[in-house]
């Protein structure tokens, strides 16, 4: 598969407070990798650094074949991003605001308005941004960083503060995006939509890549206790060793129908992430 992203050796510091250290990582073309951490966890520098805001105090960056320390404007073409702060002119309208993006990027008019239907905006294209809702405004954030076509796609928190049905709708538009060919970066620390959305995650905390893998792989490696946990229909409930030797028994019950749940007791990556660093992906850095 051919790579997309390729991070060497990144570190970054502010000052004496070094907030990155040796971070290497690929992402493939098409594929969304997730990078999850608590607030202060370094993940907003590492997008700044891959998109060429911020220079690595050390370490390379390539976006394809450019070297994101030598990149030309017409590379910048390529990116899109969507922060976790919407930067829009208030008073304007929907359109008007993808409008400006237009005229900078030159991308034809028609695309504003596809790119408002996509994210089911379009009849509001003439209502001012202040009046949206942050659902809405998430939305629109995401239609601006899509509108010029990228190949490379960096989210930072993109469904922070979202209710449900907002982060939802989120979220199948960044699966379309994938399917159509965009390599996507995505940054979170909501283990549920890394699990939903992601090829791969890496686990990030005080800077460093702790873990890497795909999110299921990643639980299963840690699943210390290998047990079947199964609630019968009269309430009872039996654990099992998720072993071949259960077999017969977990047979017996099916045969009369006896169970109502089964689950194995592999963690998710929240569990992990608290095994691997003795906190929460929810906890601010201190």
Do not use: W
Request: glycine share 8%.
């Amino acid at each position: 598969m051919e790579t997309a992203i390729r991070m060497l050796d990144i570190a970054h510091s502010f000052g004496e407070k070094e907030v990155l250290r040796g971070i290497s990582l690929s992402v493939e073309r098409e594929e969304i990798l997730g990078l999850l951490g608590p607030s202060g966890a370094g993940k907003t520098t590492l997008i700044k650094i891959l998109t060429g805001q911020l220079a690595p105090s050390s370490g390379s960056v390539f976006l394809g074949e450019n070297n994101m320390a030598e990149v030309k404007t017409e590379a910048y073409r390529q990116i899109g991003m969507m922060m976790d702060h919407f930067g829009f002119y208030e008073r304007l309208s929907c359109m008007d605001n993808l409008r400006l993006c237009a005229d900078l990027y030159g991308v034809r008019t028609e695309r504003i308005r596809e790119i408002l239907r996509s994210v089911g905006l379009d009849a509001d294209r003439k209502c001012p941004v202040h009046k949206l809702s942050k659902g809405m405004k998430g939305r629109l954030a995401l239609a601006r960083a899509v509108l010029h076509s990228p190949a490379y796609l960096f989210l930072d928190e993109p469904t922070s503060g979202l209710d449900p049905a907002a982060a939802r709708q989120i979220h199948e538009l960044i699966g379309h995006l994938r399917e159509e060919g965009t390599t996507i970066f995505l940054t979170t620390h909501n283990m549920v939509e890394a699990e939903k959305l992601c090829k791969h995650v890496a686990l990030l905390h005080e800077g460093e890549i702790v873990e890497y893998g795909e999110p299921q792989e990643i639980n299963r490696r840690y699943d210390h206790i290998r047990k079947l946990k199964i609630r019968l229909y009269d309430g009872t409930n039996i654990e099992l060793p998720n072993t071949r030797e259960a077999a017969d028994i977990l047979y017996e019950y099916m045969q009369k129908g006896q169970i109502e749940t089964m689950h194995s007791t592999e963690p998710d990556l929240e569990s992990v992430f608290l095994e691997l660093t003795g906190r929460g992906l929810e906890e601010e850095a201190v």
